[in-house]
């Protein structure tokens, strides 16, 4: 089982509607979850990180946290086709004494005008 | 402005020929972290160093070596023992927990260097 899993898509959503980005995790300790964009060929911008269980928003963006689940999710309202990229799901895990953040393989997202 | 530099964006370099990546932060972050992106691949941790003159491997740090002289400063040696070096390298530094009011675990990146080996 992959320690960070997420669908690569893509995920086709028209312009205007809500995109729901998702991803689940294996290790139950985890209290850091972040969601990154990614642009092609560019690198990774973190645009939300969550704590707590439910919901944060942040502008058209909502992060939702599961931890019975270890599910965390992202919703974009109003997708713009500049939010076309690929969302990478990352949360923070214990190894080796270490805090590490293990990154999912990303969502390809893709906002049709 | 507060951020982080790699350079250079490009790198073409012949096989068995070692190549170093300069990664640069004012963000005086105390931990730094370097990861190699493959086409359809998440992010793998290749080393990560939390204090100056210390640094770890991460899961795949074979061909790689790495120093931390100053906080400041993390670069990455891509040695000729690295089996398929062609990737897009990205350096990230983040605050360790319990560091003032900035949040642990945040990492942010650098904007990437895509070497190329032939």
């Known amino acids: 089982q992959k320690e960070v899993e997420q669908n690569s898509g893509p995920l086709s959503v028209p312009e205007g509607a809500i995109a729901s980005l998702n991803c689940t995790y294996s290790?139950?300790?985890?209290?850091?979850f972040f969601w990154y964009r990614q642009y092609s060929g560019k690198s990774p911008e973190l645009i939300m990180s969550?704590?707590?269980?439910g919901d944060k928003e942040d502008g058209r963006f909502t992060a939702q946290l599961n931890k019975a689940s270890q599910y965390v999710s992202l919703l974009i309202r109003d997708s713009q086709p500049s939010d076309s990229a690929t969302y990478l799901c990352?949360?923070?895990?214990?190894?080796?004494?270490?805090?590490?953040?293990?990154f999912g393989t990303g969502t390809r997202l893709l906002v049709s005008p | 402005d507060g951020g982080i530099t790699q350079s250079p964006k490009y790198l073409f370099r012949k096989e068995g020929q070692n190549v170093t990546l300069s990664c640069e932060q004012n963000?005086?972050?105390?931990?730094m972290y370097w990861y190699r992106q493959d086409p359809g691949q998440g992010l793998r941790l290749i080393y990560y160093?939390?204090?100056?003159?210390?640094?770890q491997k991460g899961d795949i740090a074979e061909g790689y070596s790495v120093s931390r002289e100053k906080k400041e400063s993390f670069p990455l040696t891509v040695t000729s023992a690295q089996k398929n070096p062609t990737a897009f390298y990205l350096c990230?530094?983040?605050?360790?927990?319990?560091?003032?009011?900035?949040?642990?675990?945040?990492?942010?990146f650098g904007p990437g260097t895509r070497l190329t080996v032939t």
């Open positions: 290790d139950r300790v985890s209290q850091s």
């Open positions: 963000l005086n972050h105390d931990a």
């Open positions: 990230a530094s983040s605050p360790l927990a319990g560091r003032g009011r900035m949040r642990p675990y945040e990492q942010y």
């Open positions: 990352a949360v923070n895990m214990l190894s080796d004494s270490f805090q590490k953040l293990v």
């Open positions: 160093s939390q204090i100056v003159n210390d640094f």
């Open positions: 969550i704590y707590s269980n």
